[in-house]
């Protein structure tokens, strides 16, 4: 148990589809962050919040959008994806943005038909 | 350009033996590193880090060695069990505000 919750673990979803991927943890701490896992790449970061404040979009597509509504909370809305979206995606939370380990959930792994 | 990298893809190593994983690091900037362990259909899990005023730093059964001069981060696993079978990232972070830059990964297998 890592103390950070990713749901669902696994997504089928259609190009035209909309879903959401959601993120909760009970560590108390102040960033979390979203990042993109594909196979034989490096961890690819998407986005940085700082309490509940995106403070970094790493040029991700619009078809991504995340949402913090709180420090604990962190969702990614997905819409008209592509099939190079297929992936794992893994949420990951500090206890604040820096020279701080980061702590990732299990990932929801994702399918584009 | 800056990268974070592992000098190979696979490491096969007895089971009670000695495990040494290596990486290599660019940014001369780069004052935190990190190394993690991935298990299949899991996340990455911390495993230990270092700052870069430390050359070596222990956890259990576990350490981390840093060399800045020729910027090289290495990661030592003490009688290597079956449960460590994993893949291992490292990651550095090239300062207070900013992200953290992981490498491809190496898979550690464990003979029996």
């Known amino acids: 148990e890592t103390g950070v919750t990713q749901t669902p673990r696994h997504l089928v979803m259609g190009m035209t589809n909309k879903k959401s991927l959601k993120c909760e943890q009970h560590l108390g701490h102040n960033a979390m962050y979203w990042y993109k896992q594909s196979a034989k790449k490096p961890l690819e970061l998407m986005f940085v919040y700082n309490f509940k404040e995106q403070t970094e979009n790493n040029s991700v597509p619009s078809r991504f959008s995340p949402e913090c509504p709180n420090s604990s909370h962190l969702f990614l809305h997905l819409h008209t994806l592509q099939p190079e979206d297929s992936a794992l995606y893994l949420c990951a939370s500090s206890p604040r943005i820096g020279n701080q380990p980061q702590h990732f959930g299990d990932g929801t792994r994702l399918s584009i038909l | 350009g800056e990268s974070v990298g592992l000098h190979l893809p696979t490491l096969s190593v007895q089971e009670g033996d000695n495990s040494i994983i290596n990486c290599a690091y660019s940014n001369s900037a780069s004052d935190y590193f990190i190394w993690y362990k991935q298990e299949s259909g899991k996340g990455p899990q911390f495993i230990i880090d270092i700052r870069s005023n430390m050359d070596k730093r222990q956890g259990q059964r576990v350490t981390v060695l840093l060399n800045k001069t020729v910027k090289h981060l290495s990661l030592q696993i003490a009688a290597t069990q079956p449960g460590d079978s994993a893949v291992y990232f490292c990651?550095?972070?090239?300062?207070?505000?900013?992200?953290?830059?992981f490498g491809k990964g190496i898979t550690l297998s464990v003979r029996p």
């Open positions: 990651a550095e972070n090239g300062g207070a505000n900013s992200k953290l830059t």
